[in-house]
């Protein structure tokens, strides 16, 4: 007797809900399907049961879904059914129980909260049984189940989920091992819970999470090493415990112990953590509502929510260690657009700072401040990003007037780590710290550090501190008025917002100033009001023009060398600059040059010239005098002289030597090369010169510098990239024409004129950038770009003449929800094309889905404009997949990820496209080649085949001879009947007739058999009287 609604839920209920919550639209789906599986199954054996979903399934796709997904419900609401569930499940499933997993990882992301208890322990149930079986997916499906692992939580449940993780991955793991990505997230997982685990009633299961690591870490080092520099972070808080120590110390002192590719700790320690570690410590409800605070949440009304988030995760002594987690997750995942970023939306220093006030614990605070600098600790401007560094330099600035002290104990932080980190490595973490500081000051987050480092609030002893880590950033600057009316403005800003401060009643955090830079213009109203103006300040402008500083240099050169690069100093106008340039590398060509002072000049040269490197290179309006004119520059000198030189002369190398010793000083000494071969002149056809020039620069290698060298003009002049790229790609094809990298380089920031541009550079023939050899490889790599990088890549492609057919194997690499992009160019492309024998192959290999259309779609158009040909072509691929074995079938398409055409697949794409056609006039399914192929078909195929495509086959029955039908008193065989002309003979059995009619039909695929299209004609006639 089941339960009155009052007293409590229904048996068998997925999810957790009160009599107010509306209906759950993928619950009530559930109970649908799991009504239709009771109807198919209701008071039979447990074979007949058996029969009767298995003939269900066969009828199509949607039926197939609701079976499956009606088991599948059944398994997580009835334990004692679950069993046999699984096992119909198996056998049922025709897509490798893809819909399945689909709803398992909708459930772990969406609905895993709201889970029935009885639901949630048989999910996990069936979670281990995807593994046991191998089911191509379960690795997936593993690595969402750990997200829903909590940090800081040692609630029953959350427990619970880890202990019986840890048990799935244990148990299974030879399965484990086959997946780098699972090593490496289950490592950094358990690694990060094991501090969660210390209290003496965990410790059996903390015991058991250290031998899981420990294991791992020493037989896959090498998998674990993707996590990055976040591995040595967590490794570092768990040292102390004694099989931890041991790896601690191999790790430090012994890494070839680990793995003979392993050089030591520097090596994982400059590898930036990818995001999806991350990401991984944080539940998807954590990371949803983290999401929405940093997107959608106006600063200064934020309080409310921080509540919310704080009684729901923060409130407990064991979720302090949940704090390093937050932090890192918004230092390297949550990196706002520049629309956000120009917005009232609570900026991420404001979240980082309300985090570290609610530290109670020196440990946890100790820790969340090193999470907090990690990436400053090895910071390169090449691999890292200045989103990653920002939230600390920010919440510094910021909290120096509400809250000095968080100031305070961060700068000390910094100052302290740079020796203690790990004393053999000091050098590297000072420049670590000091690239990240210079990089903020490039970047222009804060205009100078003097009013940070040598602030009044500061203590004596750490603004001394201060001065002597970091002597270059706490000189006040004298420059403009104009920089100085911006730190007053900024210090105005932490005045006006007071009020603002955390530990008062509204609970803003911090003071009202815009998220992202600290230079915001206010306006102050007649009332004496100050008003906010939300506008965003681009990085990279309002640079402060400082005087070039060459006197660390200057003296190491020779009087005469010196004398000019002075002269050089002193002058004013572009000619005067020209002409002592001149003179420097007549002086540099001179054989008593001495070779030593190559670097010292380069020094000072780049310290003069770089004014020459800010601000756009490419004219407004490009006209020869106009070309002429920006190459006028005494960078260019250089250029100028290397171009009139023979490569066999030996000042061409001192003059490479010269550039090469620049180009360390000055990386955009490289692009600036390119803008002069191709702009001027004196230049023309010396191209190849750079060639020569890459091969002399440190980096000594074409491709590598063409790459850097194209990423520095990218950030800098978009308009100057697209300049270069026609002959970039005419000139170097080896080092263009199979990079993706730099193809990306152009799409990710061209807009539609420049795409428009570069088309027509393509059509005019000025411009070749794919490749038979090598589109294909492209394309697929172009699959993970943004949306309108793939849209511009294809309408550059389509822009060039190459068959379609090279490109066509793509579509075994797209799936309908995650690469729409190429999908629809693809459509619009295949449908100006006649059919051919490997397009039809490829479209009709994709997968069958209810949602996904294209092949339908295209198989209509062309059943439309081309019937005969596609008729043909499938009529061939009909016949030679049928003649396959169905066990090679079957191996065939589940030993590679790629799309494998089957029989069965044919079959399906041929019965959405009849259903397609039934309500029109097309008489595609009429054709002799079709009927003919399904005849071949039918004869040899399953009776569960002939019982699915039944309707499909039916059409061939009719071509092939009414009268193979039982007669009717009322109808007699025509005279014309195929069977009226053998004469009378013995009754045939259906098999032999289809025996027989099967082998004909091979014999009739032959172009040459014109006999079987008179009977087929003959048939059709009859049956239309």
Not at 954 to 960: G, I, T
Request: aromatic letters at 6%; one cysteine or more.
């Amino acid at each position: 007797m089941e339960p009155s609604p009052a007293k409590g839920k229904p048996q068998g209920r997925l999810l957790v809900s009160t009599t107010l919550d509306a209906k759950d639209e993928l619950e009530e789906r559930l109970e649908r399907c799991v009504a239709i599986v009771t109807s198919l199954t209701n008071g039979l054996s447990e074979r007949e049961a058996n029969d009767a979903i298995t003939a269900n399934v066969c009828k199509g796709p949607q039926q197939h879904e609701e079976v499956c997904l009606g088991l599948f419900a059944l398994l997580l609401t009835e334990p004692s059914q679950a069993q046999r569930c699984y096992r119909d499940l198996t056998l049922v499933n025709r897509d490798g129980m893809n819909v399945i997993l689909i709803k398992i990882n909708q459930i772990l992301m969406e609905k895993f909260l709201k889970l029935q208890d009885v639901c949630r322990t048989q999910l996990v149930w069936l979670v281990r049984e995807l593994v046991k079986s191998g089911v191509i997916g379960a690795d997936g499906i593993l690595m969402t189940l750990m997200k829903q692992i909590a940090g800081g939580d040692i609630t029953n449940k959350n427990l619970w989920l880890a202990e019986n993780v840890l048990d799935i991955v244990v148990e299974q793991r030879e399965w484990v091992l086959k997946s780098g990505m699972l090593i490496a997230m289950s490592v950094y997982t358990y690694l990060r819970l094991i501090v969660d685990h210390g209290t003496p009633a965990l410790l059996v299961l903390r015991q058991k999470e250290v031998d899981f690591c420990i294991g791992l870490l020493r037989e896959k080092f090498m998998e674990c090493f993707i996590i990055g520099r976040d591995l040595v972070r967590l490794l570092q808080i768990v040292a102390r415990i004694p099989e931890m120590e041991l790896l601690w110390k191999d790790l430090l002192h012994n890494p070839q112990a680990l793995s003979p590719q392993f050089t030591g700790l520097l090596q994982l320690l400059t590898a930036r953590t990818s995001r999806k570690f991350l990401a991984c410590r944080l539940t998807p409800d954590m990371e949803t509502k983290l999401l929405f605070m940093t997107s959608r949440v106006r600063f200064g009304q934020q309080k409310r929510y921080q509540d919310w988030f704080q009684r729901q995760y923060l409130s407990t002594a064991e979720s302090q260690s949940l704090r390093c987690d937050l932090i890192r997750y918004i230092c390297g995942v949550v990196h706002p657009s520049n629309e956000v970023l120009s917005s009232d939306i609570l900026p991420r220093w404001a979240i980082i700072g309300w985090l570290l006030t609610t530290c109670t614990s020196n440990v946890a605070a100790s820790n969340a401040k090193l999470a907090l600098f990690y990436d400053w600790l090895f910071f390169s401007p090449e691999k890292d990003s200045i989103m990653n560094i920002e939230p600390a330099i920010l919440v510094m600035h910021h909290s120096m007037k509400p809250h000095p002290a968080i100031t305070a104990t961060l700068l000390d932080f910094m100052c302290r780590i740079i020796p203690h980190f790990f004393p053999p490595l000091e050098g590297q973490v000072r420049q670590g710290v000091f690239n990240s500081l210079t990089f903020i000051m490039e970047k222009r987050v804060l205009a100078h550090l003097a009013p940070l480092f040598d602030n009044p609030k500061l203590d004596r002893e750490l603004r001394s501190m201060l001065r002597e880590r970091f002597p270059e950033f706490c000189s006040s600057p004298s420059p403009p008025t104009e920089g100085r009316d911006e730190v007053k403005m900024e210090e105005s800003v932490s005045l006006e917002m007071d009020n603002h401060v955390l530990l008062d009643k509204e609970g803003g955090c911090y003071d009202n100033t815009e998220a992202a830079f600290s230079d915001d213009e206010e306006e102050i109203n007649n009332k004496g009001n100050k008003k906010r103006e939300f506008r965003f300040h681009p990085i990279k402008e309002a640079i402060i023009e400082e005087p070039a500083d060459i006197t660390p240099y200057v003296d190491q050169l020779d009087d005469m060398m010196k004398e000019k690069v002075l002269q050089l100093q002193k002058g004013s106008d572009t000619e005067t600059h020209c002409e002592v340039m001149q003179e420097i590398v007549d002086l540099i060509l001179e054989e008593d040059f001495d070779s030593e002072q190559m670097s010292t000049l380069a020094s000072c040269l780049a310290e003069l010239f770089k004014g020459h490197f800010r601000g756009d290179v490419l004219p407004d309006e490009i006209t020869e005098e106009s070309l002429e004119e920006s190459v006028c520059k005494p960078v260019c000198l250089v250029f100028r002289n290397l171009c009139q030189m023979q490569e066999d002369n030996s000042g061409f190398s001192v003059l490479l030597e010269m550039l090469a010793e620049l180009y360390q000083k000055q990386p955009k000494i490289g692009y600036h090369l390119l803008y002069y071969l191709k702009a001027s002149k004196a230049a023309m056809g010396k191209m190849s010169l750079y060639e020569s020039f890459a091969q002399a620069t440190a980096l000594g290698d074409l491709h590598t510098c063409l790459m850097m060298d194209m990423k520095a003009c990218q950030e800098d002049d978009i308009r100057l990239l697209c300049y270069l790229t026609p002959s970039i790609y005419t000139e170097f094809p080896d080092e263009t024409l199979r990079s993706a990298e730099l193809l990306n380089m152009i799409v990710a920031v061209i807009d539609s004129t420049q795409l428009q541009e570069l088309m027509c550079h393509v059509m005019i023939g000025n411009l070749v950038m794919f490749r038979k050899d090598s589109v294909l490889n492209i394309l697929i790599q172009s699959l993970d770009w943004e949306t309108f990088e793939q849209y511009s890549t294809w309408q550059l492609f389509l822009a060039h003449s190459i068959p379609l057919e090279t490109i066509i194997p793509i579509l075994q690499h797209l799936k309908y929800k995650e690469h729409p992009e190429a999908l629809s160019c693809l459509l619009l492309q295949l449908r100006r094309e006649k059919p051919s024998g490997e397009m039809v192959k490829m479209v009709l290999s994709r997968p069958c889905h209810p949602e996904d259309q294209f092949t339908t779609s295209i198989l209509r158009h062309w059943a439309a404009k081309h019937d005969d040909v596609l008729g043909e072509h499938i009529k061939a691929l009909l016949i030679k997949n049928n003649n396959l074995p169905r066990k090679r079938q079957s191996l065939r398409s589940s030993s590679s990820k790629l799309a494998q055409l089957t029989l069965e697949q044919i079959l399906e794409h041929m019965d959405n496209l009849r259903l397609n056609l039934s309500n029109t006039k097309n008489s595609f399914f009429t054709q002799t080649p079709i009927l003919q192929a399904l005849q071949h078909v039918q004869a040899s195929c399953d009776e569960a085949h002939k019982m699915r495509f039944s309707d499909l086959f039916s059409l061939a029955e009719e071509y092939e001879e009414p009268s193979s039908k039982p007669p009717k008193s009322r109808r007699k065989a025509p005279a014309s009947s195929p069977r009226s002309r053998k004469g009378v003979a013995t009754p045939v059995s259906n098999e032999e007739e289809s025996a027989s009619s099967s082998a004909s039909e091979e014999e009739d695929s032959k172009p040459k058999a014109p006999k079987r299209k008179r009977k087929g004609s003959s048939a059709v006639a009859s049956d239309s009287d």
